[in-house]
Nanobody
Framework: VQLVESGGGLVQPGGSLRLSCAAS????????MRWYRQAPGKERALVAS????????NYVGSVKGRFTISRDNAKSTVYLQMNSPKPEDTAMYYC?????WGQGTQVTVSS
């Protein structure tokens, strides 16, 4: 199993950013996927999840209405669209399937 995140960087508050996670080594369309984040000095926390077919999506309350999780099973990729990010969204973002993790992509929200 391999999960490779990309798309992180520096973004201004109120801007937008799209994270991607390319998956390989398993039947992607059979599994739900999750995005987590970890800020300095804090524990890793769930941000959003999506079912295997994409029909069920859940979000932590602090990102509802701003972030959107989606997936393209033909490309074995899951996305996290971040709209109107806030400084408190600054963290390392990780893709997850069961016990497998990517290396993370850093998101910094700052003016």
């Amino acid at each position: 199993v391999q999960l490779v995140e990309s798309g992180g960087g520096l973004v201004q508050p109120g801007g937008s950013l799209r994270l991607s996670c390319a998956a390989s080594g398993f039947t992607f369309s059979a599994y739900g996927m999750r995005w987590y984040r970890q800020a300095p000095g804090k524990e890793r926390a769930l941000v959003a999840s999506i079912s295997s077919g994409g029909g069920v999506r859940n979000y932590v309350g602090s990102v509802k209405g701003r972030f959107t999780i989606s997936r393209d099973n033909a490309k074995s990729t899951v996305y996290l669209q971040m709209n109107s990010p806030k400084p408190e969204d600054t963290a390392m973002y990780y893709c997850n399937r069961l016990t497998s993790w990517g290396q993370g992509t850093q998101v910094t929200v700052s003016s």
